[in-house]
């Protein structure tokens, strides 16, 4: 394979441009094409993976999908309050059932385990992956956003998503055209506190 010729202005543009844009930015009842979301999970595909384990597994709702997904989570939640003795929020409980509605597409984030593979090299693997859908969703001009809220961390979902052992449920990654043309500011620290150089 001959050595690709890279455009550094743009890497680094698109990497610094970056942006998380949550529901409230989304442009609502106007999807994106499937092809898009086609192209960030390839893209997603060529994360770094230790092992060539490629642990990534991804679920995507969309069309009708996202109200599959918006109950299942609502459902979820009153369950378990219901087993669990704990407070039920009917204002937690629409949030569920109504924030997926908002998006064009709602992508559930797997890791599935490898033997061998020490745990945190397939979490970085499968954020990384991730970060190669950000990336893309950016370039395309789309709000998104990685979340972890909902059945992420919750034991009765794991049997749902069909997880095993050290499997993991890693969030959800929401995806809408945005309602506006203006881009979020960045902020971030100096690297000066953060990086230290060893020279000799």
């Known amino acids: 394979m001959q ?10 543009k698109i990497i610094r441009g970056r942006r998380s844009m949550f529901v409230a930015q989304f442009k609502e009842n106007d999807p994106v094409d499937d092809a898009v979301i086609e192209e960030m999970l390839e893209n997603a595909r060529w994360a770094p993976t230790h092992k060539l384990t490629q642990p990534w597994r991804f679920i995507v709702y969309t069309g009708d999908g ?46 599935k385990r490898s033997e061998g593979i020490p745990l945190m090299e397939e979490i ?28 992420t961390f919750w034991q009765e979902a794991r049997e749902d998503f069909g997880l095993e052992g050290e499997d993991a449920l ?31």
Do not use: C
């Open 3 to 12: 050595k690709p010729d890279f455009n550094i202005e743009e890497v680094n």
């Open 66 to 111: 996202l109200k599959k997904f918006a109950d299942y989570q609502a459902d979820m939640y009153k369950m378990r309050a219901e087993k669990n003795g704990t407070p039920f929020l009917e204002a937690t409980f629409q949030k569920f059932k109504q924030q997926p509605l908002k998006a064009s597409h709602v992508i559930a984030i797997l890791l």
């Open 124 to 151: 970085a693997a499968v954020s990384m992956a991730v970060q190669n859908m950000y990336l893309t969703a950016s370039a395309h001009g789309l709000a998104a956003y990685w979340g972890t809220g909902g059945p």
């Open 170 to 200: 890693m969030g959800f990654f929401y995806v809408a055209k945005p309602a506006s043309d203006t881009w979020p500011e960045g902020k971030r620290e100096s690297m000066d506190e953060k990086v230290a150089w060893i020279r000799e």
